[in-house]
């Protein structure tokens, strides 16, 4: 259901159906919002007291993006922490080289030598492959900002062992954009595909 639930979670309040070509059989499909929404929210709240950030770039195809990583990295800069060098880290644990590496580091300053926060400055991260294995390995960090896809933190996102934020939670986190909540759907009970379907409701088949 991955790209179902894509839609879905895009367009809470449109109902969504899925059709099974060989049971002849469609099914109305239903994504629970406010779960998600919560969880979310706790781990953006978590971040909040974060001392040290990860920031990673993810290489896999054409998935990381060098300008979000940028305004990410100034956005912590605002609040008082400064680019670090980027470590490279390949599926297999070796490094990362090339455009992305170079892709990493030109909107910083170079390293960590300006830095505002001392040890504290973030640490940019190559990886092919975001899991939370992989970043459990990771020492010295206190939350990550994934730039990579945005299902990884919302699918996997109890699975992470610290807060694991989309670039959007991370500028929330950060006071940068106002939160979501703030909106007064807390919850997503107002979408029309949350929750578990209401009793009664039948799966249609074709003929």
């Not at 998935?63 to 680019?83: D, H, I, K, S, T």
Request: aromatic fraction near 6%; proline fraction near 6%; charged fraction near 20%.
């Amino acid at each position: 259901r991955f790209h179902l639930e894509a839609i879905m979670i895009a367009n809470p309040g449109v109902p969504a159906y899925r059709y099974d070509p060989y049971a002849r059989v469609l099914t109305r499909e239903r994504y629970d919002h406010g779960s998600m929404r919560r969880v979310r929210r706790c781990m953006v709240e978590r971040a909040r007291s974060a001392a040290r950030w990860g920031l990673v770039l993810g290489t896999l195809g054409r998935q990381g993006n060098p300008a979000l990583l940028a305004r990410v990295e100034a956005a912590l800069c605002a609040a008082g922490g400064a680019p670090a060098a980027a470590v490279g880290l390949s599926a297999r644990g070796g490094s990362a080289k090339g455009s992305a590496t170079r892709a990493a580091t030109e909107g910083g300053d170079g390293g960590s030598g300006g830095s505002v926060c001392g040890a504290n400055a973030p640490v940019t991260l190559l990886m092919s492959e975001v899991s939370p294995a992989r970043l459990a390995g990771v020492a010295n960090v206190d939350a990550f900002v994934q730039v990579a896809c945005p299902r990884l933190s919302i699918d996997w996102g109890e699975g992470f062992q610290r807060p694991t934020l989309t670039p959007f939670e991370a500028l929330v986190a950060l006071g940068a954009v106002p939160p979501w909540w703030e909106e007064g759907d807390e919850d997503g009970s107002g979408g029309d595909n949350d929750k578990a379907a209401p009793e009664g409701e039948v799966t249609l088949r074709g003929r």
